[in-house]
């Protein structure tokens, strides 16, 4: 029986948000720039995490999820950014903050605990 991984998988489903609305921002021709750090950044929040679980190491784990959790934080930065120079509409953005936090809170629980069992372990 396989075991749902919260984290993997509102992770992977903000991905594919992301990308949806990379698709749409282009075809609305907003500043490429702009959205492919939003979709470099939304879609590697992800990658970390999968990258997390092959980890060699608890080091490496934490490593990981660190990077996840600062990809999480730098697309909320341009959700935010988008938002407020109406390129982005509100409510849609605000969608996407909701869950980003959302998967912020949950990396910043298994970050807390993963750090405070390696010290346990030392």
Same mark, same amino acid.
């Given at each position: ?11 992977? /489903?903000?991905? $594919? ?8 921002? *282009?075809?609305? *021709?907003?500043?490429?720039? $702009?959205?492919? /750090? @939003? %979709? ?6 992800? &990658? ?9 190491? =608890? ?16 697309? *909320?930065?341009?959700?935010? %950014?988008?938002?407020?120079?109406? $390129?982005?509409?509100?409510? @849609? &953005?605000?969608?996407?903050? =909701?869950?980003?936090?959302?998967? %912020?809170?949950? $990396?910043? &629980? ?13």
């Amino acid at each position: 029986m396989k075991t749902e991984n919260v984290v993997v998988d509102k992770s992977y /489903q903000f991905s $594919l948000r992301i990308v949806k609305l990379y698709m749409h921002l *282009k075809k609305n *021709k907003i500043e490429r720039e $702009l959205i492919l /750090q @939003l %979709l470099r950044s939304g879609t590697s929040i992800g &990658a970390n995490i999968e990258e997390s679980i092959g980890g060699s190491s =608890k080091r490496d784990f934490i490593h990981k999820l660190e990077i996840a959790y600062r990809e999480a934080r730098e697309t *909320k930065y341009w959700l935010r %950014l988008l938002r407020d120079s109406d $390129l982005l509409e509100t409510k @849609l &953005a605000d969608s996407f903050i =909701k869950d980003g936090e959302e998967i %912020l809170k949950i $990396l910043t &629980a298994i970050l807390k605990s993963s750090k405070a069992k390696k010290i346990i372990n030392c």
